[in-house]
């Protein structure tokens, strides 16, 4: 019986994987593919870590699997919004179908408020130009 479980969860496990490679493939911009190659590739690797937990039995070997599970878990959304985030500020094009930016205000209003702290450093207290250095 644990043969089949161990079969069906590495099928399932390699279906994921299969449908994060081809949505890196397919998927029209960096924010999106990244999304596909983070939950897709990480519910496929935790469910085949699954499978080699059940199906060696063995306290070392379960606890190593459960481990590979958390680090998955805990380091693949960070490590896409990391990435997502650079993508972004690096000035990737978002799909011409991206309905919503909800970074492209704070973006304005980021250089908004740089531009007026460089100015401001720029003029003395009465409003003055200063001479450069």
């Given at each position: 019986?644990?043969?089949?479980l161990t079969?069906?969860?590495v099928?399932?496990?390699g279906?994921?994987?299969?449908?994060?490679?081809?949505g890196?493939?397919r998927?029209?911009?960096?924010i999106t593919?990244?999304?596909a190659s983070?939950k897709a590739?990480?519910?496929g690797?935790g469910?085949?870590?699954?499978?080699v937990?059940i199906?060696?039995?063995e306290?070392?070997?379960?606890l190593?699997a459960?481990a590979?599970?958390l680090?998955?878990?805990?380091?693949?959304?960070?490590?896409?919004?990391?990435?997502?985030r650079?993508?972004?500020?690096?000035g990737i094009?978002?799909?011409?179908r991206?309905?919503?930016d909800?970074?492209?205000?704070a973006r304005?209003?980021?250089?908004?408020?740089g531009?007026?702290?460089e100015?401001a450093?720029?003029?003395d207290k009465?409003?003055?130009?200063?001479?450069?250095?």
């Amino acid at each position: 019986m644990t043969d089949y479980l161990t079969a069906a969860l590495v099928l399932a496990g390699g279906m994921f994987g299969f449908i994060a490679a081809v949505g890196m493939l397919r998927l029209p911009d960096t924010i999106t593919r990244m999304h596909a190659s983070t939950k897709a590739g990480t519910l496929g690797a935790g469910l085949i870590m699954v499978a080699v937990a059940i199906h060696f039995t063995e306290v070392g070997i379960t606890l190593r699997a459960a481990a590979a599970i958390l680090f998955l878990l805990l380091t693949a959304p960070v490590a896409a919004h990391v990435i997502g985030r650079a993508a972004y500020r690096g000035g990737i094009k978002l799909w011409e179908r991206t309905w919503v930016d909800e970074l492209a205000s704070a973006r304005r209003e980021a250089d908004e408020a740089g531009d007026a702290a460089e100015t401001a450093a720029r003029t003395d207290k009465n409003g003055h130009a200063s001479p450069e250095n």
